[in-house]
Nanobody
């Protein structure tokens, strides 16, 4: 199971750091991805990290503002969100892709999903 938490309400320009913890399994050689879905829109890729190496990729709209880190001792991934904008408002989901390389951006590649955490950025 994946447990996403750490979302919340923040003003424009603020920061949040949602986390994604795995229970009952380890991330091992998987990739951990973050996606988001705003009301009325499709789920979109935000970024992902290859667990074994720590290398990560990000979608263009969030490059330079969002980073992903991992704590291998806690089996937890973190999405550091800085300089948040109202258009970042969405439910953020973490997911695991058992095929860690190449890092995939399509949601259909991901095998396990967390329940999502709401991020709201007020203007």
């Amino acid at each position: 199971q994946l447990q996403a938490s750490g979302g919340g309400l923040v003003q424009t320009g603020g920061s949040l750091r949602p986390s994604c913890a795995a229970s009952g399994r380890t991330f091992n050689s998987y990739a951990v991805g973050w996606f988001r879905q705003a009301p009325g829109k499709e789920r979109e890729f935000v970024g992902a990290i290859r667990w074994s190496t720590g290398s990560a990729i990000f979608a263009d709209p969030v490059k330079g503002r969002l980073t992903i880190s991992r704590d291998t001792t806690k089996n937890t991934a973190y999405l550091q969100m800085n300089s948040l904008k109202p258009e970042d408002t969405a439910i953020y989901y973490c997911a695991v892709d058992k095929t860690a390389w190449p890092i995939n951006t399509g949601p259909h590649h991901y095998d396990y999903w967390g329940q999502g955490t709401q991020v709201t950025v007020s203007s």
